[in-house]
């Protein structure tokens, strides 16, 4: 379900919202977030967020597809080329970038959380499809070992990846900062080409 008509909220009404949202989202999860929080610290009455969102659903699908349009402008997944020219340097780089998103901007956290937040029911559809392009060019460059079946390092690496993010979004920033480049070596180190004697 698609918020009903958000995009008749002045545009700065509508980002507050959103980011209440998420902060309510992120702090109690779906199931026990209150939506008369949001209502109240908005100043917005029940009946015009209903007019505007129409369910708790629909803001949960409002945020999300804010936020993580925003999130993946900013992290700017390379390109198939940019992987083929410096394939481990270009993950590090991405890695970096999101960490930096969320020291600049907390809600980038958030939408993190609720993410992880199994009753958001997080689609990881779009992350499994681009594992497996970014798997197909690690493959293809030597940087990603042949040794198993292409879709089985896409399973593994978005089971690591998902568990490295679940364990980031709520660790502070300072931590997530300083085993970045460890997550990045765990991550290289399952998907390396296995060595031959």
Sequence with gaps: MVARDLSSLDPGRRDRLLRLAAAEL????????????VVTALGMSKSSFYH???????LVEAVIDAFGTRLVEIIEPPSRQALRADFWGEITALAERLLQAGEQDEVFW?????WHDPATSADGD????????????GREVGAIGR???ADLQVRMSAAVITSLDAWGVHAPSRDARELLPAQVAALRRLLAPTETA
């Design 26 to 37: 992120a702090e109690r999860g779906l199931e026990h977030a209150s939506l008369n929080r």
């Design 52 to 58: 505007h969102v129409g369910s708790r659903q629909a």
């Design 110 to 114: 958030q939408l993190g959380r609720m």
């Design 126 to 137: 779009g992350l499994r499809r681009w594992l497996t392009d970014v798997v197909d060019v």
């Design 147 to 149: 040794d198993l079946p």
